[in-house]
Antibody, heavy 118, light 110 residues
Framework: EVQLVESGGGLVQPGGSLRLSCAASGFTFSTYTMNWVRQAPGKGLEWVAYISSSDSTIHYADSVKGRFTISRDNAKNSLYLQMNSLRAEDTAVYYC???????????WGQGTLVSVSS | QSVLTQPPSASGTPGQRVTISCSGSSSNIGSNYVYWYQQLPGTAPKLLIYRNNQRPSGVPDRFSGSKSGTSASLAISGLRSEDEADYYCATWDDRVSGVVFGGGTKVTVL
């Protein structure tokens, strides 16, 4: 059974940093692309970042470019999102999503909440 | 302001057919596949339609997708109470080199 479990969310002050993790199981992690997608409270979905299976290709949304870094460790079946210079507008539930190809998100985690507030 | 435009809400009675539109441009829908996601209250999104009109296994054939030019649509036929959810269209945008989502459509079963 495919499982994606996010962790690392919490309350952080504006300007602070946080590192999210996504533990994958039930499939060959190294053969799939991965993504982070977020959802602000009461709002719609916003794609954040994409990483190819071998991390040779990475894309970011303009809203996080230069502040967030997506990475993966195929040996540990894990996906990460390093978030720096956090802003109030980064407050959201962050989901990791497996991608067959980009945009084709066939499995999603349950999400982890990031709150940016003083 | 989302790159893809969806109506904020849609509704119907049980058994009716509901259609949700998703409008974009030549840089996104016009040149890439469209995907649809269903988000039930309090849960993570779920893939509903891929590559414009394909259903993953397990998705009822009551759900169908189509695309024409720079617009796409999701149709739900034989509407059921469990279809009450938010629905999002998504695609790749060549101009911004990123994934774009529609603003979402809340479907209510009256």
């Amino acid at each position: 059974e495919v499982q994606l479990v996010e962790s690392g969310g919490g309350l952080v002050q504006p300007g602070g940093s946080l590192r999210l993790s996504c533990a994958a199981s039930g499939f060959t992690f190294s053969t799939y692309t991965m993504n982070w997608v977020r959802q602000a409270p009461g709002k719609g979905l916003e794609w954040v970042a994409y990483i190819s299976s071998s991390d040779s290709t990475i894309h970011y949304a303009d809203s996080v470019k230069g502040r967030f870094t997506i990475s993966r460790d195929n040996a540990k079946n894990s996906l990460y999102l390093q978030m720096n210079s956090l802003r109030a507008e980064d407050t959201a539930v962050y989901y990791c999503a497996r991608g067959v190809v980009i945009v084709y998100f066939d499995y999603w985690g349950q999400g982890t909440l990031v709150s940016v507030s003083s | 302001q989302s790159v893809l435009t969806q109506p904020p809400s849609a509704s119907g009675t049980p058994g009716q057919r509901v259609t949700i539109s998703c409008s974009g441009s030549s840089s996104n829908i016009g040149s890439n596949y469209v995907y649809w996601y269903q988000q039930l209250p309090g849960t993570a999104p779920k893939l509903l339609i891929y590559r414009n009109n394909q259903r993953p296994s397990g998705v009822p054939d009551r759900f169908s997708g189509s695309k024409s030019g720079t617009s796409a649509s999701l149709a739900i036929s034989g509407l059921r109470s469990e279809d009450e959810a938010d629905y999002y269209c998504a695609t790749w945008d060549d101009r911004v080199s990123g994934v774009v989502f529609g603003g979402g459509t809340k479907v209510t079963v009256l």
